[in-house]
């Protein structure tokens, strides 16, 4: 779980920052910029939730609760489909976005929970161990910002709204990756979650 949010958590929160330009990079002016970009930017963080699902039914079913798994999957879908139904009409296309959310968060804590009750899976240590992870990422998405708001303020002039979406998405991903990996090697972070090891390991 660590190394999942080690590259998960940093990832979804640079896509949630960038969520416009990179809309506008991969698809044009032609499809809705503004409400695609939007809406990619309320659902990067699902990229989190989606991953907690799928390691912590990897780990429900490696302790034999496969019958949990489906049953808590299930739950997911129907509370997705019902609130798709409830919201849809009231939130428009943010709708399917907060019924996801609500669904694969209630199938993780189902998860969760059965993963504590069966093995004694200590949260409150977990939790304490992705305090560097939260804190990097913090430090990663203002530099983001702040190199993205000077891109930006920079290319002002120039009139190719899709030359501009690359310079600002390339120079904002480049940047945030250096800071962020750059601080985790400072910190010894990579070290702790054997990243670094792995990676010596593999060029030996």
């Known amino acids: 779980m660590q190394t999942l949010m080690f590259f998960i958590l940093p990832a979804a929160i640079g896509l949630t920052i960038l969520s416009k330009p990179i809309f506008l990079m991969i698809f044009g002016n032609r499809n809705s910029p ?10 990067s963080m699902a990229s989190v939730v989606f991953a907690l699902f799928t390691v912590t039914t990897a780990i429900m079913q490696g302790v034999n609760k496969q019958k949990k798994v489906m049953i808590g999957i299930m739950i997911g879908i129907i509370i997705k489909i ?10 428009k296309e943010m709708g399917p976005v907060i019924a996801t959310y609500c669904g694969l968060t209630v199938s993780v804590l189902y998860n969760a929970y059965f993963i504590q009750k069966t093995i004694g899976f200590d949260y409150k240590t977990l939790f304490k161990t992705l305090k560097p992870i939260i804190f990097l990422s913090a430090i990663m ?3 983001v910002i702040s190199v993205k708001l000077l891109t930006e303020n920079w290319l002002l002039e120039s009139d190719d709204t899709y030359f501009n979406a690359c310079i600002v998405s390339f120079v904002s991903i480049v940047t945030g990756a250096l800071v962020y990996l750059g601080m985790g090697a400072k910190s010894n972070l990579l070290n702790d979650l054997g990243i670094a090891k792995y990676g010596k390991y593999k060029k030996e």
Do not use: C, H
């Open 34 to 43: 503004d409400l695609g970009g939007e809406i990619m930017q309320s659902y």
């Open 82 to 91: 019902v609130l798709n139904i409830m919201y849809i009409p009231i939130f």
């Open 141 to 143: 998405s203002i530099a």
